[in-house]
């Protein structure tokens, strides 16, 4: 059973930069597509990017398009999601997924694995 697990949230200033790590378990992330999304305090869930297990080219939200990037690291069982530019509607708590088969962002329901999530304030 794959288990993920989140961290590198915290506060940060509008401007400023996090990265975001995934770590999988019981499970090698090279057979899941991961996707990132992100939850704000009375607002639904969103997604912000995902990477896919056969190497294709990422896909971000068009809120975050050229501020974020996702990678990862089959080696190290990781994923990784480079925050820059933050900006307050960039808060949110950040949940990692896995999908054998889905690598999008507009049905959150067909990840099957997630992490508990790691918390982002972005301060104005």
């Known amino acids: 059973q794959l288990r993920l697990v989140e961290s590198g949230g915290g506060l940060v200033q509008a401007g400023g930069a996090l990265r975001l790590s995934c770590v999988g378990s019981g499970s090698t992330l090279d057979s899941y597509n991961i996707g990132w999304f992100r939850q704000a305090p009375g607002k639904e869930r969103e997604g912000v990017s995902c990477i896919n297990k056969s190497g294709g080219p990422p896909t971000y939200a068009d809120s975050v398009k050229g501020r974020f990037t996702i990678s990862r690291d089959n080696a190290k069982n990781m994923v990784y999601l480079q925050m820059n530019i933050l900006k307050p509607e960039d808060t949110g708590r950040y949940y990692c997924?896995?999908?054998?088969?889905?690598?999008?962002?507009?049905?959150?329901?067909?990840?099957?694995?997630w992490g508990q999530g790691t918390q982002v304030p972005v301060s104005s």
């Open positions: 997924a896995a999908s054998s088969w889905y690598c999008g962002l507009e049905s959150y329901t067909r990840y099957r694995n």
